[in-house]
Nanobody, 114 residues
Framework: QVQLVESGGGLVQPGGSLRLSCVAS???????MSWYRQAPGKERELVAG????????HYADSVKGRFTISRENVKNTVYLSMNSLKPEDTGVYYC????????WGQGTRVTVSS
């Protein structure tokens, strides 16, 4: 019902920045939007979440102060701005939309390496 397409991943050096985008195929006005990531050999973990109106935001401790989640509902888009990237931030980043149902994107790969 809702397709999510992530973009913006790539290879970046430690200390660099990336901005991920997640574009939905329909309105996400009522959805809680989140970003998850999965490193090789590890389970998928929550990185950041934002409420439907943007008033409530949560970050994993590991990214707090470095990452910023935001949403632009008129464009059906959620963003994840990542600064001061570390090698441990490497992984596939997935967009998630949740209301009564949950939808996932296919992910965009982020590699932080020298």
């Amino acid at each position: 019902q809702v397709q999510l397409v992530e973009s913006g991943g790539g290879l970046v050096q430690p200390g660099g920045s990336l901005r991920l985008s997640c574009v939905a195929s329909k309105t996400i006005t009522g959805y809680v939007m989140s970003w998850y990531r999965q490193a090789p050999g590890k389970e998928r973990e929550l990185v950041a979440g934002i409420s439907n109106a943007g008033g409530t935001i949560h970050y994993a401790d590991s990214v707090k102060g470095r990452f910023t989640i935001s949403r632009e509902n008129v464009k059906n888009t959620v963003y994840l701005s990542m600064n001061s990237l570390k090698p441990e931030d490497t992984g596939v980043y997935y967009c998630n939309a949740r209301l009564s149902d949950t939808f996932w994107g296919q992910g965009t790969r982020v590699t932080v390496s020298s």
